[in-house]
């Protein structure tokens, strides 16, 4: 395969029973994904502060977010890190229409 994605990494690395066999595990899987030169995205959930193991593995995090303002809810999308390229660490609004997505202009205050 020349791509692969695996939705969801949570539920996958419930398979391994501990944090360490889950890092383990995941990098050997990214590892031979790799050697194989096939592109592979990982959906994982973080559902609270600490980081997940298969971040240690990744060659790439994106963290797409939901955050609720006043009275309604704003999509976000930060570059979280990116191997072997510079990148922003902003975090940057997105809108979804039914021609797909757009990504505003970077923010000028964090979001917490």
């Known amino acids: 395969a020349k791509r692969l994605v695996v939705d969801s990494l949570s539920v ?3 398979q391994y029973g501990n944090q360490f066999n889950t890092r383990q595990g995941i990098q050997k899987m990214m590892h031979s994904l790799d050697e194989q030169k096939c ?3 990982f ?3 973080n ?11 990744a060659s790439g995090i994106v963290i797409l977010n939901h955050i609720q303002k006043t009275n309604t809810m704003e999509r976000s ?5 990116m191997r072997g390229t510079k990148h922003s660490e902003q975090i940057y609004p997105i809108r979804f229409n ?12 964090t979001i917490s």
């Open 43 to 45: 959906i994982s959930e």
């Open 98 to 109: 039914e021609n797909g997505y757009q990504v505003l202009h970077p923010r000028l205050q």
């Open 39 to 41: 592109t592979s995205i």
């Open 77 to 81: 999308i930060q570059v979280i890190k």
């Open 47 to 57: 559902l609270d502060s600490r980081t997940p193991p298969e971040w240690y593995a």
């Open 12 to 14: 996958l690395s419930m």
